[in-house]
C-alpha cells in the first residue's frame, strides 16, 4: 500500500530459520508482492458461521471494566459496525490491512472479552501467510515520535498451529537517533517461536541492512507456552535502553526479559549485537507466519492497550 505518509514495515525471520525471508520495505505489506483482497465468501472454519457468537467466560467478567481507561491508543474493535470481513488494504478507524492468500481476517465475535468483537485472524495450514492491522500517521501515541512504550493485548489462539516464526503484534520505525543506528530501520515484535512442537512467547529484533552490514534478525524465546484460551500479554519496550519486558496475565514477573540483546541472531550478525530500537511511528496488529504452518492458526486478538505510562493485565 502506498500513502502520502510513509510507512515502515521490516519482514524479520529468526535465528532458527532455515533460508532467509528477506529485507525489509518501505511500504506496510507482506514481504511478497503478491498479497490479494480477502474474499468474505472464502471463510470455511466454524468460527466464521452464522451462528450466535460463544462468549467466554472472560467477556461477563471484563465487560464493566472499560479496557481503555484514558490510554493514548485503545481498540476493542467494537465500533465497526460495517466491518465483518477485512480485504487487503481496506481501512476504518486508525487502521489500514495487509492480508496475503492463505490467511483470512475478520471482525467476529466468537471470542471476546469486554465487547461484541475482536480481531480474528486465520491462517491455513501449510500457508505462508497472514493478516495485520497496522495503525501510523497522526494518532495521540505517535506524538513526538516516542522511544519508551508499554501495551497489553488480549489474545485466545485455537487450533495453535506453530511455524518457525509468526508474529501478534509490532512497533516499527527509524532507529534512536542518538544510536550508532542512526539512519536505519528498527522494529520490536511480539512473536511466536516453537519449542517442542509448542508456542512459546517471544521477541525478535529486526533492524535494515546499511552498506556492508545486513539485515539484523535477531530473537529472544521464553519457556511460557501459548495457551488455547484467553491470557493477556503485557510489554514495555524501551528503545534508547534496549529493555524488553513480557508479561502474561496479573503477573508481576516477566515471562521474558531483554536487556541489550537477545539470545540469537541470523548469521552473520553477532548474537551479542545490541537491539537499538525505533522511534516508533507505526504499530501493528494480527497474525503473520514468515514460513510455512505446520497446522492451522486461529488467533482472536481483543482490547489493545498502547501508552506511554506503564500498562498492566487486570487482575
Not at 468474505?40 to 464493566?64: C, E, F, H, Q, W
Request: proline share 7%; glycine share 8%.
Amino acid at each position: 500500500m502506498r500513502e502520502s505518509r510513509r510507512s515502515i514495515f521490516i519482514a524479520p525471520c529468526v535465528a532458527l530459520a532455515l533460508t532467509a525471508c528477506g529485507g525489509d520495505s518501505s511500504a506496510p505489506v507482506a514481504p511478497s508482492s503478491d498479497a490479494s483482497a480477502a474474499d468474505s465468501g472464502s471463510l470455511t472454519d466454524a468460527a466464521n458461521t452464522d451462528a450466535a457468537p460463544i462468549r467466554d467466560a472472560a467477556s461477563d467478567r471484563d465487560a464493566a471494566v472499560d479496557p481503555c481507561s484514558g490510554a493514548l491508543f485503545c481498540e476493542t474493535f467494537d465500533t465497526y459496525s460495517g466491518v465483518s470481513a477485512i480485504a487487503d488494504k481496506q481501512k476504518f478507524g486508525p487502521w489500514h490491512a495487509a492480508l496475503q492468500t492463505g490467511a483470512t481476517m475478520r471482525l467476529d465475535g466468537t471470542h471476546t472479552t469486554s465487547g461484541a468483537s475482536a480481531l480474528h485472524v486465520h491462517i491455513d495450514n501449510a500457508a505462508t501467510a497472514g493478516g495485520r492491522l497496522f495503525a501510523d500517521g497522526m494518532q495521540p501515541i505517535f506524538a513526538g515520535a516516542p522511544t519508551h512504550l508499554y501495551g497489553r493485548l488480549r489474545m485466545y489462539i485455537d487450533p495453535n498451529g506453530t511455524s518457525i516464526h509468526w508474529t501478534f503484534f509490532g512497533v516499527n520505525g527509524a532507529a534512536d537517533p542518538m544510536s550508532p543506528a542512526a539512519g536505519r530501520n528498527a522494529s520490536y515484535i511480539l512473536s511466536s517461536l516453537p519449542k517442542a512442537g509448542v508456542n512459546t512467547y517471544s521477541f525478535v529484533y529486526g533492524l535494515s541492512a546499511q552498506g556492508s552490514d545486513g539485515y539484523h534478525d535477531c530473537s529472544s524465546q521464553s519457556a511460557t507456552s501459548m495457551p488455547s484460551t484467553w491470557a493477556c500479554v503485557a510489554f514495555e519496550l524501551d528503545s534508547v535502553t534496549r529493555k524488553l519486558r513480557m508479561y502474561k496475565d496479573a503477573s508481576t514477573t516477566p515471562i521474558l526479559s531483554v536487556d541489550d540483546h537477545g539470545n540469537a541472531c541470523v548469521a552473520p550478525t553477532p548474537v551479542a549485537d545490541p537491539w537499538y530500537g525505533p522511534t516508533v511511528t507505526q504499530l501493528f496488529v494480527g497474525a503473520w507466519s514468515f514460513h510455512a504452518m505446520n497446522a492451522p492458526l486461529d488467533v482472536w486478538i481483543d482490547d489493545v492497550v498502547v501508552d506511554t505510562k506503564p500498562v498492566a493485565c487486570p487482575p
